[in-house]
C-alpha cells in the first residue's frame, strides 16, 4: 500500500501542507498510519477522504460541513462506502456534501457508472416524494455535484452522461406512470436554439403530468419558428423555454411564440436568461413555481 507524506499530498491535491494539516487537526481528517520511522503517513483512504473533502470546498462547500458530511458518507451503518478513489488517476467519486442518503446513494451509483442502479434511485425517489422533492432533494444535488466536479478537475463527463440517461428514463418511465392528461392545448417545453441540457424540462412535464396537467415536450435546439408553429397548431395554453446559457436567438425569438396565438402565454427558465425576463415572458424561479404558474395558465386563470 502506497502510504503518503504530508507534503506528497499536498501536491497531488494542488493545496500547501500546511493546509492539509489544518484539515487534519481541525476537522479530523489525519494521518491513519505511520512510517516505520513513526511518522505520520497518508494511506490511499485518507487521500480519497481528502480529495473529496477538497473537491467539496472547490465547488464552494463550507470545509467544516464538507468534511463532516465526507466522513457521514464513509461511517455511515446503513449505507456502503464511498467507491474509493486512486490518487492520480483521475478520480471517480462523486462527492455530494450535506445531501441525503437517497442523494448520496444516486452519486454513488452515478461515479460507479452503475446506470439501472442510477436510474432505479431516482425512479424511487419520483414514486416515493414527487417529482418537486425528488428533483429538488435528491436529483438536483447530484447534477450540480457532476458539473462542479467537472468545472473543478475536467474530468467525469462519462459520470454526467450516465446521469443524464438514468435521470432522463426514469423522469419518462413515471410521468408514463401516471394517468394520461386530457389533450388539449398542450403545455410546450422546449431547449433553445442551441441549447443541450432539457433535463430541466423533462422534470417539469413529469411534475405537469402529476398535476393533470398535458405537456409536450420538443427537447433540445428547437428553432423559435418551430416553437411558434407548434404553439399555433397546438393552441398550446403556455411555453416554456429553457437556456443554461445566454442565446440571443432565444430572446429574439420570444415575441415570435407570443404571438402564435392570442392566449398563449410565455415563460423562460434557467440561468441563460439572465436576473430578468426579456419582452413578454415571465421567469419562474424554480420548478414547483413553473408548475404552478403553468397549470394556472393551462386552467385558464
Ligand atoms: C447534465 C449536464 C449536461 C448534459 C445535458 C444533458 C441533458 N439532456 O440535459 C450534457 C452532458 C449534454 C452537457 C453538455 C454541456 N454542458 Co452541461 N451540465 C450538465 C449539468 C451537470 C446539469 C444540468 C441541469 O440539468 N441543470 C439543472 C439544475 C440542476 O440546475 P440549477 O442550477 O440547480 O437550477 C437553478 C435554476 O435553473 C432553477 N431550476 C432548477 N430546475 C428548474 C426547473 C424549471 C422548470 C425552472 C423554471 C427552474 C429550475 O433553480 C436552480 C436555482 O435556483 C450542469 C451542472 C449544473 N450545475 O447545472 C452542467 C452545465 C450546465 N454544463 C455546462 C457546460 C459548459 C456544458 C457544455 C458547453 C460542455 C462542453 N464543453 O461541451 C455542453 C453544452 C452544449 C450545449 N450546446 O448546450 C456548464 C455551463 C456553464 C455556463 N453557464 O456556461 C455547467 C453549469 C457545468 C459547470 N459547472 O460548468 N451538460
Redesign the pocket.
Known sequence: MELLSVGEVAARLGVSPSAVRVWGTRYGLVASARSEGGHRRYTPEDLALLQAVHEAVLSGTDPAAAAAAVRGIETADDVPALPRRRAGAGGTGLAVPGAGREARGLARAAARLDEMRAEDAVLAALRERGTLDA??DV??PV??A???H??ATGSG?EI??L??QAV?TALIRHAAALPEPPPERPVLLA?GP???????????RAALAEHGVPSRLLG??TPMAALATAARRTRSAAV?V?L??PDEAAADGLAEVAAAHRRVRV??????WGDVAPGPAT?????A???TVLDRHWRGR
Not at 415563460?267 to 441563460?272: D, E, K, Q
Open positions: 428533483w429538488d436529483v438536483r447534477l450540480i457532476a458539473g462542479a467537472w468545472a463527463i454526467e452522461h446521469l443524464t432522463t431547449g442551441q441549447e443541450e441540457h432539457v433535463l430541466p424540462l423533462y422534470a417539469a433540445p435546439r416554456l429553457w443554461s446559457r415563460l423562460v427558465g434557467g440561468p441563460g421567469a419562474p424561479a424554480d420548478l413555481e413553473a408548475v
